[in-house]
């Protein structure tokens, strides 16, 4: 998640602008005609996965929530359940965990992606331009 702030703490580590790059990749993927799942992950956690409700959202919508982080093997997890779930197809979105307590474990892939309502919108803080995306 935060991809559409090119003011994202992430995009100043390093060599700086890393979110950016993640979403210039991801646009290439998605003008390449290709299948896609793109998952963005809040914060990961090293906790037990299965334990929590998986939320979902689009845009860094869930930004605005807290916490905002998620156990490294919910992300697996929901990862390959997206394998072939019509569901899933050309989708991409945001997720994070409820806290411990709220709500019920995620397993029903199906009925988690239902919470989806469309898929990211790459026009916020696109990487690449008209030029670009005509020649992928």
Not at 16 to 29: S, V
Request: with cysteine; aromatic share 4%; proline share 5%.
């Amino acid at each position: 998640m935060g991809g559409t702030d090119p003011n994202h703490q992430l995009n100043k580590l390093g060599n700086g602008n890393i979110l950016q790059w993640k979403r210039k990749a991801e646009q290439y993927l998605i003008a390449s005609g290709l299948d896609y799942t793109i998952i963005h992950p809040g914060g990961l956690i090293d906790e037990a996965g299965g334990l929590r409700q998986l939320i979902l959202g689009i845009d860094d919508k869930l930004l605005e929530r807290n916490p905002r982080n998620i156990p490294r093997a919910d992300v697996a997890s929901l990862a390959v359940g997206c394998i072939g779930l019509p569901e899933a197809m050309n989708k991409s979105f945001d997720v994070i965990c409820a806290p411990a307590g709220e709500g019920s474990p995620s397993s029903d892939w199906s009925a988690v992606l239902s919470q989806l309502q469309g898929s990211c919108d790459y026009s916020l803080n696109s990487q690449m331009t008209d030029k670009e995306l005509a020649t992928v």
